[in-house]
């Protein structure tokens, strides 16, 4: 990463104002979406909307051809390009020849995108942003740090400084008296200007309508007041028919700002009459700026079921640290990233793409049913064949795929940790999956992995069989974890396998964007995972899980390579989690604690994978009360711990500031002792919980259960 | 439905009001005006904006109340403190209302004033979108506004502020007598 990045970054975490405002809003906006959504069916809405939009982006053209049609039919002009610096030239040319000199806009990311401000102003002609957050950052000279909320990341202190200097008074921070003063400055700008310019929300194909959604009412003033109106809508927000509408205000103004809806909705379909009784000029530009292209990309179709509503940067544990700014382009947050990397080019994207930690918690909310993380990925893989790796990860992938050699240093690392070791916890530990940067308290290399250990466990003969795969953090950091899953499973009657030829997942190539090392990884899995005849694959890890369930078929089908596809999905058939499998056999009768005992308060802590790619999270909580444990909630309890594979060591500056969040509401709980699924998580929170010393237990469930079976 | 509605709009920061007769909803309208200032001088006075309301009723008379207008301009309403007019639709689910105003006037008063004063027939209450869109055509209607509550901003420090380009304060009056699709 970059220098400037990196000390963009640190200036974000450290700014105080920022992740203060930042955090604050996104906790509570959380509570207030649930609020909004009350007594909708969010999934039937948004497969609404995914469905309405995937079919639009199918037939762009089509739909474009339809709406310029249409509207013409009523009177507006409709201008198509592909090209954003057409648009400007178009805008310009309407402006020169109708004599405009003053310009209102009500907001528009799209005119953000091509940087129609600088551009207009350049040629003499004056432009008001009039949507309050807007207008503040226009006067800062700033980028919108959020799609939705530009100026989320200025304090009253900025604004009425910003304020005072445009009025020439002094203002106080009053935010109601700040509001009036942008009210009463707008007002004559709005009745004197020539020209009004917006974005729009939704292009209607069938009727050649563009919707405006908004809040303050400037947009009613700028298409109502100026003569001329100029619409500058991407054609990603094209749909077929009128109806479609109704889903999508049925969910941006929830899941933007918690609203039921927005005081406005503008439903315009061709011009009307100005006050003075003439015909508005309505000029409608379509813009492409490579939204076909995207649409024509199997992989990055799907983002163009945007409603750019911004829930995604509301929900990230990342961008409530930094901001948007960080993100360096118009667009921000995850979906930001995407949008950067098409927009601009794949290279601006090679920094930012590394801030998403693919906690996955953008995928539950989104109305539009994008898979951010997912495409965040595929850049990271696009980048890779692009860029090539770095020196460093070539050399550890290098290693990564050759077992026997990636073991044999697995081994050295627990002789060659030892001198530094304290407690349980050393420091600068060379981890294998890390960029070989150091910074915080990792666990030692067990000193007999539990691939050795497995070897000297006792096992009763059993009918049924299950393979164990162990993943890397288990086989060589928590041994115990393993031990305690044998014991467990054995209780129940079920006799362990653990091929000793099994392998890294893959999630640490696969997460670099290193493809090709993953699948690698996956076909000397699955060829040894399946080589004995078991109904399950179980593992302990919820990466590795979603590796055997999801990703390795996925990588091979990426990287078309189809004939592991079959045995990766046999796999996967196969393949589930520790405590889906546990919670299964106690159901069943198979496995029981003992009985009447009564061990406390515990607090249960949800991995990213587990809860929201395996939609795993009842399940542990159940049998850890059926052993005897009472489960207080934390607060955010399902909020990423902040570990990320190699993320804590690529981007410590972010990762630290998530873990405190978690282990302060961990604490607030009061229970002496945490679980979770996950021994990467372990790995974080136990790490942090070292260094803080207040003293809470961290425990994989499968060692706390293993401790209550019945003798 | 009315219940619902007036709960969803209260809770934006509307002000809701329901009259049998038109009669019972002017004896409600003008010592409002009043109260709030109502006058001839500029930033004082109302702009009253066709609305079916009105058939019928004298307005000669009113007109004789100071500060309250029937024509409406670009420069009168941009000094209006009052706007009046008279919206098609009501959706009780999300507490908003609709109307084609793709007569300029009807914008005019409903968003450069301080006040707006919404009448509506109260068997034009519908439960939300869904039987709104088989009611409005876009063919037919060149601006389909849709408002919910006054204007307001969050954007200084996400603290929720009222008025910031549109009307402050939006006071919607039902009136029964006024009919609609389910008197």
């Known amino acids: ?711 | 439905m009315y219940e619902q509605f007036k709960a969803k709009a209260a809770g934006v920061g509307a002000e809701v009001y329901r009259f049998e007769k038109k009669r019972d909803a002017l004896d409600f309208l003008l010592p409002f005006l009043e109260k709030e200032g109502m006058a001839d001088a500029a930033g004082s006075y109302a702009l009253w904006a066709d609305s079916p309301f009105l058939d019928g009723m004298d307005k000669k008379a009113l007109q004789e109340l100071p500060g309250l207008k029937f024509e409406v301009t670009r420069s009168l309403a941009s000094q209006a403190k009052f706007g009046i007019s008279q919206l098609d639709w009501a959706l009780a689910d999300t507490g908003s209302l609709v109307q084609d105003q793709s007569a300029v006037e009807q914008r005019l008063v409903s968003s450069l004033t301080s006040i707006h004063i919404a009448l509506i027939a109260s068997g034009n209450i519908l439960s939300g979108k869904a039987p709104l869109f088989e009611r409005i055509n876009p063919q037919t209607s060149r601006y389909i506004a849709f408002i919910t509550g006054p204007s307001r901003t969050a954007d200084i420090e996400r603290v929720l502020t009222i008025g910031v380009h549109g009307p402050e304060r939006l006071v919607i009056i039902f009136v029964d007598e006024l009919g609609g699709e389910n008197p």
């Not at chain 1, 995407?338 to 909310?365: H, M, P, R, Y």
């Not at chain 1, 309890?637 to 570990?643: A, L, S, T, V």
């Not at chain 1, 873990?659 to 998580?681: F, R, S, W, Y």
């Open chain 1, 1 to 711: 990463m970059k220098k400037e990045f990196k000390a963009s970054i640190t200036r974000a975490v450290n700014d105080a104002n920022l992740t203060g405002a930042l955090g604050k809003f996104s906790e509570a906006y959380k509570v207030n979406r649930v609020k909004a959504y009350e007594g909708i069916d969010f999934e039937a809405l948004r497969s609404k909307i995914a469905e309405v939009k995937s079919s639009a982006a199918d037939r762009l053209d089509e739909l474009a051809d339809a709406f310029q049609k249409n509207a013409q039919a009523l009177g507006a002009k409709v201008y198509r390009t592909r090209d954003p610096q057409e648009v400007k030239d178009y805008i310009l040319q309407v402006a020169k020849d109708n004599g405009v000199k003053t310009v209102v806009k009500s907001k528009s990311m799209a005119t953000e995108e091509i940087h129609l401000n600088p551009y207009l102003e350049k040629n003499g002609i004056s432009v008001a942003e009039t949507d309050l957050g807007e207008w503040i950052i226009q006067l800062a000279g700033q980028t919108p740090s959020h799609m939705v909320m530009p100026a989320i990341h200025m304090t009253k202190e900025e604004v009425a400084e910003l304020f005072s200097k445009e009025v020439d008074e002094r203002l106080s921070t009053d935010i109601a008296r700040l509001v009036k003063v942008a009210r009463d400055e707008l007002r004559p700008k709005f009745l004197a200007a020539d020209m009004g310019i917006s974005g729009g929300n939704i292009a209607v194909a069938e009727t050649g309508s563009i919707v405006l959604v908004t809040n303050e009412g400037n947009a009613r003033l700028v298409t109502t007041l100026p003569k001329i109106h100029i619409a500058l809508i991407g054609v990603e927000k094209l749909v077929e028919k009128f109806e479609s509408v109704m889903p999508i205000l049925d969910a941006l103004p929830r899941s933007a700002t918690a609203q039921l809806l927005t005081s406005y909705v503008s439903i315009i379909s061709g011009p009307t009459a100005n006050d003075d009784g003439s015909l508005k000029e309505l000029h409608i530009i379509l813009m492409d700026n490579r939204r076909t292209e995207m649409a024509r990309d199997p992989k990055f179709k799907q983002a163009l079921q945007c409603i750019r509503c911004g829930s995604c940067l509301n929900v990230c544990p990342i961008f409530r640290l930094v901001g948007g700014h960080v993100f360096g382009g118009i667009y921000t947050g995850g979906i930001g990233t995407i949008l950067t990397a098409w927009f601009d080019e794949l290279k601006k994207s090679e920094d930012i793409q590394g801030l998403c930690i693919q906690c996955g918690n953008c995928t539950q909310v989104c109305p539009g049913k994008l898979d951010i993380p997912e495409m965040i990925m595929e850049i990271r893989r696009r980048l890779v064949l692009e860029n090539g790796q770095s020196l460093v990860q070539k050399t550890i992938f290098g290693v990564v795929n050759n077992r026997k050699l990636f073991h044999g240093i697995l081994r050295a690392a627990s002789v060659a940790g030892k001198p530094f070791t304290s407690g349980k916890f050393i420091r600068h530990l060379p981890l294998f999956l890390s960029d070989l940067t150091s910074g915080r308290s990792l666990p030692a290399i067990a000193a007999e992995p539990f691939r050795d250990t497995f070897l000297k466990i006792k096992q009763p003969k059993c009918q049924e069989k299950v393979v164990f795969y162990a993943g890397c953090l288990i086989d060589f950091a928590y041994p115990e974890m393993g031990v305690a899953l044998v014991k467990l499973l054995n209780k129940a009657g079920i006799e362990v396998l653990f091929p000793q030829e099994q392998t890294c997942c893959g999630a640490p190539a696969l997460y670099s964007g290193a493809y090709e090392v993953a699948a690698q990884n996956a076909v000397d899995n699955i060829k040894v995972l399946l080589q004995e005849d078991v109904k399950h694959v179980v593992s302990a890890c919820p990466t590795c899980t979603v590796a055997l369930v999801h990703e390795f078929a996925k990588t091979l089908d990426t990287l078309g390579q189809k004939e592991w596809l079959p045995k990766a999905k046999e796999l996967s058939e196969k393949a589930l989690d520790f405590s889906t499998l546990v919670k299964y056999l106690v159901d069943e009768g198979r496995l029981s604690f003992k009985e009447g005992v009564q061990l406390g308060k515990i607090t249960y802590h949800d991995s990213c994978h587990l809860k929201r790619t395996l939609n795993v999270s009842e399940q542990p909580r159940e049998i850890l009360q059926k052993a005897g444990y009472e489960v207080s909630e934390m607060f955010e309890c399902d909020m990423c711990c902040g570990m990320g594979g190699s993320y804590s060591m690529k981007l410590p500056e972010i990762s630290a500031p998530i873990l405190q969040n978690k282990l302060k509401n961990i604490k607030q709980t009061g229970a002496p002792t945490v679980a979770m699924d996950c021994p990467g998580c372990v790995m974080q929170i136990r790490g942090g919980f070292d260094q803080d010393g207040s003293g809470v237990r961290v425990k994989h469930t499968a060692e706390l259960l293993a401790d209550q079976l019945k003798d």
